[in-house]
């Protein structure tokens, strides 16, 4: 099997620091850090996919419209204020990304967003939810 | 297992899922909607910017026959004529529809504004002020999937193989983002609704969700795809500066109501070195400017980017700012004076215009399989006309819709009978995609998602806007070792919550499934045409006026082709 190849490297981009809380409901609060390469008008969530994609893929966080501010999904906390992930952008110094405080956590960044109704169906769920009868 | 049943279930929650969701709940079908993201926040509606084509007349006079017309002329020769006909007759219905749900289209003086899209003879575009089409039409639809007690929407939920048995389907089966659980929905008809494959493109437009999970899901039970060399590239997606929280492909609105000049990295203008005109209007196709733009860059006049340079400097500031409003402000927030500066612009991969090969009720031959949407193959040939992306959307939804509930209604009586079969079906596949993904690789094997960053490059480098019979097979050669060799043995995080390493993997095997039939089909069609550009066939070829089809025997993807769907509409010049 051909190896893939190593991420590109990115010769001449400062590096920055980004803070990541992890884990679930259940474990203890803990932040990994991560070195990232950065460069000017990067969006944390530009950060965060950069992580995924070269140093740890199991970091979770919902977005779908990438950096266009449309799906309004990537709703966390940096620095301790509310905003999207794709707005936000990343300095040279360093910060700190939390799950939305007043949402359930799921894990990570990853908190329960969804309508209610739309949640997807599980055993734990007590309704018997069957769109015919 | 849990088990859910309905008469029609949507796989993917679009713009053509959510209309095709309204249509068969209103001709009396139970309906499941589900997206992997989030009920009409994922795909490609939502990042819609401006333009929506129908003919209903209001700035000016026109026919539906006239836009058929110039959709099957920017086709190149190749549209299904059955299905472009039925996207141009229904639009307008459609788009009067919307009006009455109150989306809001931009009016003036009593009646809906419209203005031309490049290839439109007419004034023909609705639209949604300032840059909101996408945004209004997903909430206006999202508000109508509410109001109807026969739909259940499910969000965070994955699709990862379609039930078929004996040619028929009898349901999918899914699994729960959130906790990683199977779900299987057993019902009559199922419509596909899952959008294009621009995730396959490193520069791409569309949502992250858009890797081509249509497509895998209906080519792995049998279903053909067809004119799947046919990516459209954007031509002037946005490149420099960087921008943040604003659609990369804003740029096109800008033109239809300021022009706006196209230049190379000398501050010329260059598209009419490639036989077109564009003389600071918007007039050029763009499959044309797309290719003139890479060939001023391959020629060393490009931008500092890679691009070209579009320039809005001679407009003035009153004039931008009465046409985009707030877009304006949100600009300077990013750093860019559009008085003071022009921006870089680059083709970015867009739309694709292949997909399922369906019949004029959009079902596939696979019995009680629809598609609507993107995912369609056929309606806009070899290059699709701006404004025609949404008005499918919602004309293939809504007739999906109807459709399929008819089929599924058909199919009722007869539910009990297969039970025990779709039981074995259902355990069985869960089982064997199950034994995959928890013998998944060891840690420092290569994670989903780096592959699908491997896979993007790949695709951007040799499978892009320009193509050779070298690169293309370079390209099929890796797409089918990474699908045989890599993607069984790949690192996946243990079972968690939210396990984007299982998502990224899920639709990775559909990505390398797209990707294997973009490249197969563009190193066969040995010819340029629309957004197929080959550069050692750069001539358009009459001979090669015919489709390609796809469809898997055993496990070797195999292609033909056949001919063009004519459907002569009176009046009209095709």
């Not at chain 2, 031959?365 to 701006?386: D, H, K, M, Q, T």
């Not at chain 2, 960053?453 to 293309?472: C, D, I, N, T």
Request: aromatic share 6%.
């Amino acid at each position: 099997m051909k190896a893939i190849s190593k991420p590109e490297e990115s010769p001449g981009r400062p590096l920055t620091h980004i803070r990541v809380r992890r884990g679930g409901p259940e474990d203890s609060t803990r932040y990994d850090t991560f070195e990232v390469p950065w460069e000017e008008g990067m969006s944390v969530l530009d950060a965060l996919i950069w992580i995924r994609q070269h140093v740890d893929s199991s970091v979770s966080m919902r977005y779908s419209c990438l950096n266009a501010n449309a799906c309004k999904e990537c709703s966390a906390l940096v620095d301790g204020k509310v905003t999207y992930l794709c707005t936000a952008r990343l300095g040279e110094a360093p910060l700190t990304v939390d799950p939305l405080p007043k949402r359930p956590l799921i894990r990570d960044l990853v908190t329960d967003i969804l309508p209610a109704k739309e949640n997807p169906p599980s055993q734990s769920d007590h309704e018997n939810d069957r769109a015919s009868d | 297992m849990i088990e859910l049943t309905a008469d029609v279930v949507i796989v993917g929650a679009g713009g053509a899922g959510m209309y095709g969701a309204v249509a068969a709940a209103r001709e009396g079908a139970s309906v499941i909607l589900i997206d992997k993201s989030m009920v009409g926040r994922g795909g490609a509606t939502i990042m819609a910017q401006m333009t929506v084509a129908a003919a209903i007349g209001h700035q000016e006079p026109d026919e539906w026959t006239r836009h058929f017309a110039d959709t099957v002329e920017a086709g190149r020769g190749l549209c299904n004529e059955e299905l472009t006909g039925l996207l141009c007759r229904e639009g307008p219905a459609r788009i009067m529809e919307l009006d009455g749900w109150k989306i809001g289209w931009a009016q003036e003086e009593g009646h809906l504004r419209q203005v031309t899209a490049p290839g439109h003879s007419k004034k023909r575009c609705v639209y949604v002020d300032y840059l909101n089409t996408g945004p209004a039409l997903a909430s206006t639809l999202r508000r109508q999937v509410k109001k109807v007690p026969e739909i259940k929407a499910i969000s965070s939920l994955t699709i990862v193989e379609i039930i078929v048995d004996d040619g028929r389907v009898m349901g999918v089966l899914g699994i729960n983002v959130v906790s990683g659980e199977w779900v299987s929905f057993r019902s009559g008809a199922v419509i596909l609704a899952a959008g294009g494959l621009s995730k396959l493109y490193a520069r791409n437009s569309g949502s992250t969700n858009m890797g081509g999970d249509g497509y895998g899901l209906a080519l792995r039970v049998g279903a053909e795809l067809v004119d799947m060399e046919f990516v459209q590239f954007f031509p002037i997606a946005h490149l420099a500066p960087r921008l943040v929280g604003m659609d990369p492909i804003m740029w096109d609105p800008f033109r239809y109501k300021l022009g706006g000049r196209l230049l190379n990295g000398k501050f010329e203008e260059f598209i009419e070195r490639y036989g077109s005109e564009d003389g600071g209007q918007y007039r050029v196709a763009r499959d044309v400017a797309s290719y003139a733009i890479l060939k001023e860059v391959e020629a060393g006049r490009g931008s500092p980017h890679g691009g070209c340079y579009l320039d809005f400097r001679h407009v003035p500031e009153s004039r931008l700012r009465e046409s985009f409003g707030p877009v304006i402000d949100r600009l300077l927030e990013n750093g860019i004076d559009l008085t003071k500066m022009p921006v870089e612009v680059a083709p970015m991969a867009h739309y694709q215009m292949g997909g399922l090969r369906v019949n004029g009720s959009l079902e596939t031959r696979i019995s009680g399989l629809f598609a609507a949407g993107e995912v369609v193959g056929g309606a806009n040939g070899a290059n699709r006309l701006s404004g025609n992306a949404i008005t499918e959307a919602l004309v293939f939804g809504e007739t999906a819709g109807r459709m399929a509930t008819q089929v599924a209604l058909k199919k009722q009586k007869k539910a009990n009978l297969g039970v025990k079969k779709w039981q074995s079906l259902v355990q069985d596949t869960s089982r064997r995609l199950e034994s995959t993904t928890q013998n998944s690789g060891p840690a420092e094997a290569p994670a989903p998602v780096a592959l699908q960053a491997e896979l993007q490059r790949l695709m951007s480098e040799k499978v892009g806007p320009f193509r050779s019979e070298e690169k293309l097979c370079s390209a099929l050669e890796q797409i089918r070792e990474w699908r045989r060799e890599t993607l069984p043995g790949m690192h996946i995080s243990p079972n968690q919550p939210f396990n984007m390493d299982l998502q990224d993997w899920l639709e990775l095997r559909k990505m390398l499934d797209t990707a294997e039939m973009v490249a197969l089909s563009a190193l066969s069609r040995r010819e340029s045409r629309g957004a197929h550009q080959r550069e050692d066939f750069p001539d358009q070829d009459p001979n090669w006026e015919k489709n390609q089809v796809l469809a898997l025997e055993g496990d070797v993807l195999t292609i033909r082709s056949e001919p063009i769907v004519r459907a002569p509409v009176e009046g009209t010049v095709a």
